[in-house]
């Protein structure tokens, strides 16, 4: 059984940055994704960003590109997602997933994830 924990959550104003992280224990095989998710209140789950391995290749929501980075330290069995230029919009709580599985292109779907986190709030102040 994978568990995943999040960190790095908190208070952020417009235009700052923010960084979350996630641990995960227990080996994942084969190929898989991890990714952010994120709900706001009174709002559906929906996907922020992911990244594929073995391939490393990384997907974004729209409202997210080109202000949210996300990566993989294997090694480490850690994922972060770095999110510059805040907006009031992006306040949620951010939840690390895991889709095993995932395939290049599949859209990462809450129902079809395998392993989900606790959350982390993030909070974006105008």
């Known amino acids: 059984q994978v568990q995943l924990v999040e960190s790095g959550g908190g208070l952020g104003q417009a235009g700052g940055s923010l960084r979350l992280s996630c641990a995960a224990s227990g080996r994942i095989l084969g190929n898989y994704a991890m990714g952010w998710f994120r709900q706001a209140p009174g709002n559906e789950r929906e996907f922020v960003a992911a990244?594929?391995?073995?391939?490393?290749?990384?997907y974004y929501t729209d409202s997210v590109k080109g202000r949210f980075t996300i990566s993989r330290d294997h090694a480490k069995n850690t994922m972060a997602l770095l999110m510059n230029s805040l907006k009031p919009g992006d306040t949620a709580v951010y939840y690390c997933?895991?889709?095993?599985?995932?395939?290049?292109?599949?859209?990462?779907?809450?129902?079809?994830?395998?392993?989900w986190g606790k959350g982390t709030l993030v909070t974006v102040s105008s």
């Open positions: 997933a895991v889709d095993r599985a995932f395939y290049e292109g599949k859209p990462l779907d809450p129902a079809a994830i395998s392993y």
């Open positions: 990244i594929s391995w073995p391939r490393s290749n990384t």
